[in-house]
């Protein structure tokens, strides 16, 4: 599975964006897709996840009631809408991938896009 994630910018306190994650393949839909974040000097965290069929997210707490993710799996494609955002929402944001079968875990990483939101 390879990912590229896109939609990122510059952004003014309070307004927002959307970001979109598309994978490649035909197993799209067998995979837990996940949006992480990393800002400068800080580790990657988890911002948000989505199961296979959408019936399930979660949310880290920072970004709980302003950010949902969603994902089209006719489209392979996993979103992450942003409202609110605050100056601390910036960041490099990476898409995950993680499936678990029988035969292992498997795990892709999107190449990042940059979110700025100016105060």
């Known amino acids: 599975v390879q990912l590229q994630a896109f939609g990122g910018g510059l952004v003014q306190a309070g307004g927002s964006l959307r970001l979109s994650c ?4 035909s197993t799209f839909s067998s995979y837990v897709m996940g949006w992480f ?41 996993v979103y992450l809408l942003m409202n609110g955002l605050k100056s601390e929402d910036t960041a490099v944001y990476y898409c995950k991938a993680v499936r678990i ?19």
């Open 22 to 25: 598309a994978a490649s393949g």
């Open 37 to 77: 974040r990393q800002a400068p000097g800080k580790e990657r965290e988890f911002v948000a996840a989505i199961d296979w069929n959408g019936s399930s997210t979660y949310y880290s707490d920072s970004v709980k009631g302003r950010f949902t993710i969603s994902r089209d799996n006719t489209k392979n494609t």
């Open 101 to 119: 079968t029988v035969r292992g875990r498997n795990e892709y990483w999107g190449q990042g896009t940059q979110v700025t939101v100016s105060s």
